[in-house]
T-cell receptor, first 112, second 114 residues
Framework: SQTIHQWPATLVQPVGSPLSLECTVE??????LYWYRQAAGRGLQLLFY??????ISSEVPQNLSASRPQDRQFILSSKKLLLSDSGFYLCASPGQGSYGYTFGSGTRLTVV | AQSVTQLDSHVSVSEGTPVLLRCNYSSSYSPSLFWYVQHPNKGLQLLLK??????LVKGINGFEAEFKKSETSFHLTKPSAHMSDAAEYFC????????????FGTGTRLKVLA
């Protein structure tokens, strides 16, 4: 079965510092991968999705970027964090044989 | 384009009473619809999904949802609430076919009173 690993689980970063969140997938090949953000008191917003190596689609304009250097690796980055980048970041992929997503355990980012 | 609206941001019920969490969707084609639950400081767990088969969908932990095309609704219900049901619930509609993008509702926080 498919498993998604995300790290770190929590992160506190100062404004203006860089960011790198990593997501790796096991148990499948060439998966669609997604980065979602959940801001406090709000639903999940799709930030980026990728259908393959080097293929990134951005859903909303923002201070973040994403990369897919390997088939099972999806990275979320920022050169300079803003306070508004705080939130809970989730990596996800469609589960095999169904339309349900598999989610990573998430990274809670606090920008101070 | 797809969208989903969760009609209540907060719902409070007493333990042992029925639960109703409301969701309306908009889709330009036959949608796939899901309910997810998120317990505090935990990830998201799939409760149930509708993918154009039976309109009454049964999920885990006694939850079920009915797809009503005429009302564009997909409300989540449970006959008897349990304290462990307290969590945030998200209604989700799938995006364009092939991309599997999810459109999330803003969530309904369920509180269960003893």
């Amino acid at each position: 079965s498919q498993t998604i690993h995300q790290w770190p689980a929590t992160l506190v970063q100062p404004v203006g510092s860089p960011l790198s969140l990593e997501c790796t997938v096991e148990g499948t090949s060439n998966p669609n991968l997604y980065w979602y953000r959940q801001a406090a008191g709000r639903g999940l917003q799709l930030l980026f999705y990728s259908v393959g190596i080097g293929q990134i689609s951005s859903e909303v304009p923002q201070n973040l970027s994403a990369s897919r250097p390997q088939d099972r690796q999806f990275i979320l980055s920022s050169k300079k964090l803003l306070l508004s980048d705080s939130g809970f970041y989730l990596c996800a992929s469609p589960g095999q044989g169904s339309y349900g997503y598999t989610f990573g355990s998430g990274t809670r980012l606090t920008v101070v | 384009a797809q969208s989903v609206t969760q009609l209540d941001s907060h719902v409070s019920v007493s333990e042992g009473t029925p639960v109703l969490l409301r969701c309306n969707y908009s889709s330009s084609y036959s949608p796939s619809l899901f309910w997810y639950v998120q317990h505090p400081n935990k990830g998201l767990q799939l409760l149930l999904k509708y993918t154009s088969a039976a309109t009454l969908v049964k999920g885990i932990n006694g939850f079920e949802a009915e797809f009503k095309k005429s009302e564009t609704s997909f409300h989540l219900t449970k006959p008897s609430a349990h304290m462990s049901d307290a969590a945030e619930y998200f209604c989700v509609v799938s995006g364009a076919s092939g991309t599997y993008k999810y459109i999330f509702g803003t969530g309904t926080r369920l509180k269960v009173l003893a």
